[in-house]
């Protein structure tokens, strides 16, 4: 299911050496354990675009697709990894980057 997070479109996040720029359309996959975030390179010219994969940190506790709102929190970065953080009345989902692919 394919949405549009207004709150998420012109963040920015480093990964594998790039500045990536989301534009907030995002797709929930696999019954809300994965989400396809698309982004456009912000640090060259040529402004290449990708979908960055977040996957749930513990998949039994997805977002429900079918309700799926605007809830986008914010980004977090570690040491080892980023997370993208929805937030709902009463749960927060912690979705941890994993791949990329070029379109």
């Known amino acids: 299911m394919a949405s549009h997070w207004p709150e998420l479109g012109g963040k920015r ?5 790039r500045t990536w720029e989301l534009t907030g359309d995002v797709e929930v996959r696999e019954n809300g354990a994965l989400l396809a975030v698309e982004a456009t390179q912000s640090d060259d010219v040529r402004r290449g675009t ?3 994969y977040f ?3 513990t998949p039994t506790d997805s977002l429900n697709p079918g309700n799926l709102g605007e809830h ?9 990894s ?13 979705y941890e980057l994993e791949r990329i692919e070029y379109d």
């Open 13 to 17: 996040l480093r990964y594998r050496d």
């Open 50 to 52: 990708a979908t960055l």
């Open 72 to 80: 986008f929190d914010r980004l977090e970065r570690t040491d080892t």
């Open 82 to 94: 980023q997370y993208l953080i929805v937030k709902k009345e009463t749960r927060s989902y912690r």
């Open 55 to 57: 996957a749930l940190e």
